[in-house]
């Protein structure tokens, strides 16, 4: 059947949504919320019908702006319309949901009508929690990743060594990529840094970096500016690397689960075409990875599976018992990295870049890679070669800390007692800075003015919340009366009981 | 925040969609796909956000036809609009995939939420996957089936006895409750059955009533019908009897799980009133139950399940190796029905229908319970009943077998040989029957003229296919030539090796 193209000025996400008349519908034996395939030429793009007698006539189809674009279409010109069966990668989701162990062949089928939009959000999901459920073996981790980078672009930069770093999740204020690529890049080495937004932390790279730049390129762009300027900090989602990743990534966040954890970021890592990658593992109590052995365990995962896909991979284990610096929520974070680099920066910020950059060093043959690393951000190569790269990707190269925009209505948090900051609880910063609108509103976050081992007065600032509207901050408000992010004891030697877990009431 | 309500001419399925102006959007930090109450007085309703800067100015919000309705919303009005957070629910969705026990009150939660749109399908998906992988305790069993009852609505009979019939599902042309109803409600007793809509099958008892009568009414509507006729054969899902029933079904369907099988069933039933019960439990090679003692062991569960719940059930295990009659698909289903009540049907059908009621009236306490059920249908005052409810469901009480509409594509299956049918291949059936439209598309199906046992000479008519379109009976024939639905054998005695599995080319 044909049917005439109608645009409508409509947006709804990333689904892909086409109006139809009833008319056409019972014509067709169609019905709301089936799905139809749109044909154009060699593309095909499959849809979900709504319904909209005042909308569209009997003879045409109402597309949404992503159908539009997506497929090229012109207003008022005619497009093959067909019935779109069930997609065969139902059947692999019923055999994981049963716990059989999928094969590249099927995990491949998943994959790809994943990332063409043939498998509806409820039917990832159910995929998602099935292998939440089962766990995946690391054969199923290599086909995943192979998959996964096989359904997107990939980048060839040559023969050359390309260098990448990625921080496990868990610990707010991980603002260190702002400093590590240019150090990395300032050394000569080829650094093509794409992130992923936040998940369900209060920012990711990605959207601390969109703070103050572009993140936003077309592969052929990275290509130039990491050509120009040997680094670039980019999110990976607008360039479609492993596209299916970002769409996995959607359906887990409000179930907090996350089964794909090493082929989400390993197919990262190789569609962008690294070589040697450096992985830090943040350990602590409220960090993704609670202990030591655990982190070892997790370590010799991303060797193997690094090794099964043909890249070096080099672990690190971090400290992750409270945040990196002391700025959480993009813009915040965002400045406080440019602090650094101008700097001016906190302590632990400047050791975890250094260390970080110093391991990518050390792979790359330099001597003295500690030292190096140092040198470059202490003389400031390193912020120039930011400046470099803000300005490669839109943002103002003679940017000053004070120009980046933090959200206006504010609140400082008092400490209520002297003493000593003795416990910081990550969840709660977290979950405070994400009530105030991080990472979205680019302007939320937390400045935390006490970390652990700080001395506190009675009546001194904690830590101040930023929002960008009054109603999320009253939210966090509300959600504080409950919390204690930020522990503070008088004398922490004699505290030797330090919770009391109570009976259940029955 | 206030906006002035703006009437879509649109539908989206069952989801509550509003548009925003991308004005808006910037203004409250909101996103699209994030999702927004909107409040009217003392009603609340989660709604899911699009853009479209061409539908709707700056203090607008565009509603969807459902989203007005649900509301009742008029066109003009201020409605106050307030973030959504993560429901609590959610939280308990994590400790199922974590594979917990949940308690009644999680239970409730997630319930609750599922009927108010509050969890989207991705969420309540990844519950069902999860529930499906660790399966259901019976206390987890009562709880849903408590829960879903109290989201929904309940009819209350007084003190009077009220019988109802359900049968599970892997059979193809089930079309007994259709003969069920009139012959039970002709002898004096109450049986407001509520059916569902196929979910798997070919057609729901509600699909098949549905192509000769109204199936959808108001609780009132249907408490006044039953008080004057002792019976209706309606559609569940109309008039939210454990509405989340339906939701959850919507779901389950293409990922062809169903977990909640006890309590889906027992929910309607008790909301409907029920205290006495027969399931019909059908037992076969290609029928939901495959041997006698997993019958015997659903069978036990049910009972246990209606004890919990204050309701008397019986089991009756039937023979489901094929068809009940001969007809597949809504239209092809009530005629067959029709002709029987008047006297001119298959047996299958007959001593199903007199055999399950039979059930039903020594539950009663009636006297000679098979010989009375068998009178009610013969004498014709099973078929004066029928025409009573036909007629107080909107349809004519005056019908004719060929009044009723079969879809006019068709096509018929001729035996290549002669010999005997050996077996009849439900699954098949069902999926030819929904190749060519069924359910939804009511003329569509299939017409079986060679059951089990059955001699067939080369050449003859094996069954003919029927379709409302040219394009779903192609697909049948594509379909059709990997099948084999009824299978015909020369001689039955002679082949003692029935299928040879062969070893996998790798």
Redesign the interface.
């Known amino acids: 059947?044909k049917l005439k193209v109608k645009k409508?000025?409509?947006?709804?996400?990333?689904l892909y949504v086409v109006?139809l008349n009833s008319k056409t519908l019972k014509k067709?034996?169609l019905?709301?919320?089936d799905r139809i395939d749109i044909i154009k030429g060699k593309s095909r793009l499959t849809c979900i019908i709504?319904?909209?007698?005042?909308?569209v006539k009997e003879n045409e189809i109402g597309v949404y702006l992503e159908v539009y674009k997506k497929m090229k279409l012109r207003d008022g010109e005619s497009v093959e319309i067909e019935?779109q069966?069930?997609p065969k990668s139902?059947m692999y989701?019923?055999e994981k949901?049963q716990?059989k162990t999928l094969d590249y062949k099927k995990i491949y089928e998943i994959v790809k009508d994943t990332v063409n939009r043939d498998l509806?959000?409820?039917?990832?999901?159910?995929f998602?929690?099935?292998l939440?459920?089962?766990k995946i073996t690391m054969e199923e981790n290599e086909y995943l990743s192979r998959a996964m980078i096989e359904t997107g672009n990939k980048i060839n930069w040559g023969k050359k060594r390309i260098f990448d770093k990625h921080s496990l999740g868990g610990i707010p204020g991980k603002k260190e990529s702002l400093l590590i690529v240019p150090i990395v890049a300032a050394a000569g080495l080829t650094i093509p840094k794409t992130s992923s937004r936040a998940v369900s932390s209060a920012s990711g790279t990605a959207d601390t970096m969109e703070s103050i730049a572009n993140v936003e390129f077309t592969l052929d762009e990275i290509k130039r500016i990491v050509k120009k300027h040997g680094g670039c900090i980019v999110w990976g989602g607008s360039v479609d690397l492993s596209p299916a990743d970002d769409i996995f990534i959607q359906?887990e966040h409000?179930?907090?689960?996350d089964p794909m954890f090493l082929p989400s970021i390993m197919s990262k890592k190789k569609s962008v075409g690294s070589t040697d990658v450096v992985i830090d593992i943040p350990m602590g109590r409220e960090a993704k990875v609670k202990t030591i052995s655990s982190a070892h365990t997790l370590a010799r995962e991303f060797i193997e599976l690094g090794r099964r896909l043909s890249m070096r991979v080099r672990c690190a284990i971090t400290y992750g018992e409270q945040p990196i610096g002391h700025a959480i929520g993009p813009a915040l974070e965002a400045r406080e990295a440019l602090e650094t680099l101008m700097g001016n920066g906190p302590n632990s910020l400047i050791q975890k870049a250094i260390g970080l950059s110093s391991i990518i060093f050390d792979m790359a043959g330099k001597k003295k890679p500690m030292k190096l690393a140092e040198y470059i951000l202490k003389s400031g190569k390193a912020e120039k070669k930011f400046r470099e790269i803000v300005g490669a990707q839109g943002g103002d190269p003679k940017l000053k800390p004070k120009d980046i925009h933090i959200g206006e209505k504010k609140f400082d948090v008092i400490s209520k007692k002297s003493g000593t900051v003795f416990w910081i609880r990550n969840f709660q910063l977290t979950e405070l800075a994400r009530t105030l609108?991080a990472p979205?509103?680019k302007g939320a976050g937390i400045y935390l003015y006490k970390k652990k081992g700080y001395k506190v007065k009675k009546g001194e600032k904690l830590f101040t919340m930023f929002s960008?509207?009054e109603?999320?901050l009253d939210?966090a408000l509300e959600k504080l009366k409950k919390m204690e992010p930020v522990v503070v004891r008088e004398r922490i030697s004699q505290e030797i009981i330090m919770d009391v877990i109570k009976e259940v009431k029955r």
Chains 1, 2 share one sequence.
């Open positions: 059947m409508l000025f409509m947006d709804a996400g990333d109006v067709y034996a019905h709301p919320l709504n319904v909209g007698d005042k909308i019935l069966e069930q139902l989701i019923r949901i716990g509806t959000e409820s039917e990832i999901s159910a998602l929690t099935a939440e459920i089962h359906v409000p179930l907090e689960i609108g979205k509103d960008e509207s109603a999320k939210n």
